[in-house]
């Protein structure tokens, strides 16, 4: 850790400069572990708490910080402060954008505050460093910069983006993001809200973080900065995990899941969770209690490849027709609510209770010099556990983690579904897993259900979108740029096959992430996601694409309602059709946003199929299955 006067290094813009000036000191990291002594309040301290004084004279604890033996517990006071909120950014300038703007949603111009956060900055003790916003040569630099006494967000930040050493920052340095941590404002300006706000200026992209919490900001924050770039160049971040897929008789598949904070992108890097006795947990029904369950000796190995972000840059493609892509980030911000006793997932905790490098765990029940277990959970209340409990770790200490670019062979869409059964028919619908036309892979993405019980955001209740990509939350911009970015990615990647997994429900049986697991385990096996006429048939509903009539794995059958829902006896063809007409009708409404005038002829006509209640044929002429 270097002090004042090295940060000239960063080559910092003058206001940056200015506040550096007038600081009463400036700590530079070179790594995130360095961070560990500042996160927990000095060498030799073993907790802190962050805390600042308010002008009234009030002190606000934001949150307690313990050094624990596997790294860092950060716990909010407030339960809210530990989901991200999705409303929480707004834009501060003029360029074109959808989201709210920040003198329409506070009533005023966003250069007083911003001025005045410079100014409180100012006062205090900085902690700063450099990182890459992406991947080199493919992103871009960057800076952050905070309140020392907030060394467990900086760490947070580290692990996730990483660090430039002072030492190997090159002349050619220049910062074209800079995010400035301002967490007292929060409740000054804002009643106690988590807000980011965006201010794309010419030379750089500022982020105002107004929270302590790094999912708006030092994740989803940087993310909406790729996604600014993308959309200046012509390329997309997915939001989605990836995983190379090795079958037990070597064969590999490269499987790009996306969707909704809950859509189980972290899960697709998970081995199935077992039983005691190793079975698989198929199911339990809701309305008969009955449970099913399957035995596959063997699962496939998983390489990781990215857990959430990743860069399609138009540097890594090909004219081979299939998508390439590459992580955006150097570390994962996991959620662990489904680990809930030891046992569950023995890689994911051995590797977090025993870590090479130290990680910064969030809502983990710890205390200062013991162990953070990912199955301890704070509770919210007395009773109720926190839905969102996170470890960050850096991707270099995940076992046979791929740094190389991968080919995409299939692209994955979750979704969390709520129970149906004909009484209470729902949206949940949705078979094991459906195989997609393109076009209706893209009309997924552009609605991206938010889902059931969606544990990672203050939510409310039903569905709801999250919109273009299910990264739309993190986007500065518009709409119909990213969906045409998106279905220009689809047209230029005829190779790459589509299909749908939900998590949680099917139907009347609750599953957990048991579809996508089994889905991913399958189409290992069969290599691609292609089908014989006769194996796939069109869905009751068209927007469900294609489903399976049989499925087998290893020789075990999986039963036929869990492959089309309406043959439960739960649901019916009435219950099942009940949700069909639930999920067109959302369909519809979120579709709606996107005629806009630039939207290209193609999407337009694709849009208008589904208004019109096209069939699963009529997608398939717009961009047929390779």
């Not at 765990?361 to 009773?383: K, M, T, Y």
């Not at 996107?594 to 193609?602: E, I, N």
């Amino acid at each position: 850790m270097t002090n004042s006067p090295a940060w000239k290094r960063l080559n910092p813009p003058p206001e940056l400069a200015d506040i550096f000036t007038r600081a009463r000191s400036v700590l530079i990291a070179s790594s995130s572990d360095e961070l560990v002594d500042l996160a927990c309040g000095g060498p030799g301290s073993n907790a802190m708490e962050v805390a600042y004084t308010l002008p009234d004279g009030r002190r606000v604890v934001e949150a307690h910080v313990a050094r624990v033996r596997n790294g860092v517990a950060a716990n909010y006071v407030d339960p809210y402060m530990r989901r991200r909120d999705p409303d929480c950014m707004v834009i501060a300038d003029e360029g074109l954008s959808d989201k709210p703007r920040y003198r329409d949603r506070f009533g005023a111009e966003f250069g007083p505050l911003r001025q005045e956060s410079f100014d409180w900055l100012a006062t205090q003790d900085l902690i700063a460093f450099a990182f890459v916003s992406g991947r080199e040569g493919m992103g871009m630099d960057s800076l952050v910069v905070g309140p020392a006494n907030a060394g467990f967000f900086a760490f947070g930040l580290a692990l996730l983006q990483g660090v430039v050493p002072l030492a190997e920052l090159p002349d050619t340095f220049k910062p074209a993001a800079i995010i400035y941590v301002v967490p007292p404002f929060r409740h000054t300006y804002f009643e106690g809200r988590q807000v980011v706000v965006h201010n794309r200026r010419d030379s750089v992209h500022e982020l105002f973080s107004y929270n302590l919490y790094p999912g708006p900001s030092a994740k989803k924050g940087i993310y909406g900065v790729l996604i600014a770039l993308g959309e200046r160049e012509g390329w997309v971040t997915a939001h989605c995990s990836t995983v190379r897929v090795v079958t037990p008789y070597d064969n590999e598949t490269v499987i790009m899941h996306e969707g909704a904070s809950g859509g189980g992108k972290s899960e697709m890097l998970e081995f199935p969770h077992r039983e005691r006795d190793g079975r698989l947990h198929l199911g339990h029904n809701v309305v008969t209690g009955e449970d099913r369950f399957l035995e596959i000796s063997r699962t496939c190995d998983l390489e990781p490849v990215t857990d959430d972000m990743a860069l399609c840059h138009s540097a890594l493609q090909n004219d081979d027709g299939k998508l390439v892509l590459t992580d955006a980030e150097d570390g994962w911000f996991v959620r662990v609510n489904h680990i809930t006793r030891y046992g569950t997932d023995l890689n994911l905790e051995m590797l977090t209770a025993t870590p090479p490098r130290p990680l910064l765990f969030l809502n983990i029940d710890a205390v200062p010099d013991s162990r953070a277990l990912i199955w301890e959970h704070i509770q919210d209340s007395p009773g109720k556990p926190c839905p969102n409990p996170r470890v960050v770790i850096p991707r270099q200490i995940v076992p046979k983690v791929v740094n190389e670019p991968v080919r995409v062979d299939i692209r994955s869409l979750g979704v969390r579904t709520p129970p149906c059964t004909r009484e209470n028919p729902s949206y949940g619908i949705m078979g094991l897993f459906h195989i997609l036309p393109p076009a209706l892979g893209w009309l997924w993405r552009l609605v991206a259900p938010r889902g059931h019980a969606n544990p990672s955001i203050v939510s409310s209740e039903g569905m709801s979108s999250e919109g273009v990509g299910s990264y739309w939350p993190f986007a500065t911009g518009r709409r119909v740029d990213q969906a045409n970015l998106l279905l220009d990615q689809i047209l230029e990647t005829p190779r790459v096959r589509y299909i749908l997994c939900p998590n949680q429900h099917v139907g009347a049986w609750e599953t957990s992430f048991m579809p996508q697991w089994l889905a991913r385990e399958y189409l290992a096996r069969r290599g691609n996601a292609r089908f014989r006429p006769g194996q796939i048939e069109p869905s009751r509903c068209p927007l469900l694409g294609y489903s399976l009539f049989a499925m087998q794995i290893e020789g075990r059958m999986i039963p036929r309602w869990f492959l089309q829902v309406n043959t439960q006896p739960e649901v019916g063809n009435e219950g099942y059709d009940a949700g069909a007409a639930i999920l067109h009708e959302f369909f519809r409404t979120q579709l709606k946003k996107f005629l806009h005038a630039d939207l290209s002829p193609t999407g337009r006509q694709i849009i208008e199929c589904c208004m019109d209640g096209g069939s699963v044929e009529d997608y398939e002429k717009f961009l047929p299955m390779a």
